[in-house]
Structures are given as structure tokens and as C-alpha cells.
Nanobody, 115 residues
């Protein structure tokens, strides 16, 4: 059963923007913290942003000031607005609960930042 479906990735030039979306099909979404993670081939998956059920957000230092996470509980959807993108932001982006609790990962969405 697919629980997280990510979309919105693509190829963008440095300095550009993208908005990622994640549709979650889990019970209790509105009461759960949710996060965006990213993974570069050969490296560990890292949490880049998370939003609590209260709406408060936290960010990794590498994306602070450039990325904004938000959620729409009525749509069971979480978003990641990414601005001022850098080549080092290139990765596959996933969403899942945060803190991670073992739920299956979706297929992710590829973000490539290149000129």
C-alpha cells in the first residue's frame, strides 16, 4: 500500500525554485509530524525539513533560509518550497513521518540543479 507519493521535482538552474508536493495516505496525518528527506546516491538519507502537527517547522542548516515546509491537513499533503537552489541540493527527495517511525518510503522525486 503506497503511503507517500512525491511530485514536483525536475531540472532547474542554480538560483531557481521548485515546489515539491507529497500526498500522504495514512491515518492520523494531521496529528503527525512530517518531514522532507533527501538522498544522494551512495550517501545516507538526510532530513532537510520537518513540520510538527502544530505547524512549527525545523530545517537543516544547509537549507535554512532557502526552503520552506508547509502542510495542508485537509488534503493530507505536505509541501516543500525550495528557492535559491544550489547544485548541492541535487538529490532524490522523499517525504515521510518525522521523526521517522519505519513507514515505507515512496519512490521520491528527483531534483537536479545544474546549468
Amino acid at each position: 500500500q503506497v503511503q507517500f507519493v512525491e511530485s514536483g521535482g525536475g531540472l532547474v538552474q542554480p538560483g531557481g525554485s521548485l515546489r515539491l508536493s507529497c500526498a500522504a495516505s495514512i491515518n492520523g496525518f494531521s496529528a503527525s509530524g512530517t518531514g522532507w528527506y533527501r538522498q544522494v546516491l551512495g550517501k545516507q538519507r538526510e532530513l532537510v525539513a520537518r513540520i510538527k502537527s502544530s505547524g512549527s517547522a525545523e530545517y537543516a542548516e544547509s537549507v535554512k533560509g532557502r526552503f520552506t515546509i508547509s502542510r495542508d491537513n485537509a488534503k493530507n499533503t505536505v509541501y516543500l518550497q525550495m528557492n535559491s537552489l544550489k547544485p548541492e541540493d541535487t538529490a532524490v527527495y522523499f517525504c515521510n513521518l518525522a521523526p521517522y517511525s519505519g513507514r515505507a518510503w515512496g519512490q521520491g522525486t528527483q531534483v537536479t540543479v545544474s546549468s
